[in-house]
C-alpha cells in the first residue's frame, strides 16, 4: 500500500470509529448488523472460509442450514466489532451488565476448596488459568 493509501484508512477507520461511539447503542448494533448481511449476500474468500470451516465441523447440516449458520457467525463478528469500538464509552456497570459467565458457580466452588481452576473466553485457544486461591472477584 502506498503511503497515501495508508493515511486514508488510517483516517477512514478514525472516522468510522467516532462515528460508532456517538452512535445511539441500537442504530449502531443495528448497523454492523446489516454490514454482517452484505457480507453474506456478497460472499467473497473470507465467507468463503466461514463456510468451509462450518461444512467441516458440522457435516450434518444441509444447505439452507449451513447458510443460517453462517449467516449468525458473520452477525456474532460484527457484534464482536461494534462493542470494541464502543467499549471505551462503557462504564464498570455496563461490562457487568454485559459479561455472561456460564458456569462460574463451579470454577468458584473449586477455588474454594483450594483446588485449582481454568476458565477461557471461547475466543483463545490458551485460555486463562488460575493457581489455587480466592476466587475470583468479577462481577465487582
Known amino acids: 500500500m502506498s503511503r497515501f493509501a495508508d493515511q486514508a484508512t488510517l483516517a477512514a477507520y478514525r472516522l468510522g470509529w467516532a462515528a460508532v461511539r456517538r452512535m445511539p447503542e441500537r442504530a449502531a448494533y443495528a448497523a454492523f448488523d446489516g454490514i454482517a448481511r452484505v457480507m453474506h449476500r456478497r460472499g467473497g474468500k473470507g465467507v468463503d472460509r466461514l463456510r468451509a470451516n462450518y461444512a467441516r465441523v458440522r457435516p450434518e447440516l444441509g444447505p439452507a442450514e449451513l447458510d443460517a449458520l453462517v449467516l449468525a457467525g458473520l452477525r456474532s463478528y460484527m457484534r464482536y466489532w461494534c462493542e470494541a469500538f464502543r467499549l471505551p464509552d462503557m462504564t464498570i456497570d455496563e461490562l457487568v ?44
Open 97 to 140: 451488565d454485559r459479561v455472561r459467565l456460564p458456569g462460574i458457580e463451579a470454577l468458584r466452588a473449586q477455588l474454594d476448596s483450594g483446588g485449582p481452576g481454568c476458565c477461557s473466553s471461547g475466543t483463545s485457544a490458551t485460555g486463562t488459568c488460575s493457581a489455587p486461591g480466592p476466587p475470583p472477584s468479577w462481577p465487582p
